[in-house]
């Protein structure tokens, strides 16, 4: 079972950035697909972006061009930086498979923008 731990988050300013971390026990994580997902009060789970095990990305509408997605599989985490955030970036980001079914959630870090 692969356990995932989502850090990095906190309260920023709109126009700020923040670096998301992933961890994820398991030598198979390399071998996946990951993505970041987020959570808003009263909203469903959506995608932010998704990288395959080669590297290549794919991002939300809603934040490309502000966020980038990477991974660094010999040390099982994978990062988010996300930069010029806007006050609806707020919600709780988890980790995860992507493009498959999903592993167990962690319990996602907050990230909060407002001046």
């Known amino acids: 079972q692969v356990q995932l731990v989502e850090s990095g988050g906190g309260l920023v300013q709109p126009g700020g950035s923040l670096r998301l971390s992933c961890a994820a026990s398991g030598s198979i994580f390399s071998s996946y697909a990951m993505g970041w997902y987020r959570q808003a009060p009263g909203k469903q789970r959506e995608s932010v972006a998704r990288i395959t095990s080669g590297g290549s990305t794919v991002y939300a509408d809603s934040v490309q061009g502000r966020f980038t997605i990477s991974r660094d599989s010999a040390k099982n985490m994978m990062y988010l930086q996300m930069n010029s955030l806007k006050p609806e970036d707020t919600a709780v980001y988890y980790c995860?498979?992507?493009?498959?079914?999903?592993?167990?959630w962690g319990q996602g870090t907050q990230v909060t923008v407002s001046s």
């Open positions: 995860n498979r992507a493009w498959s079914v999903p592993w167990a």
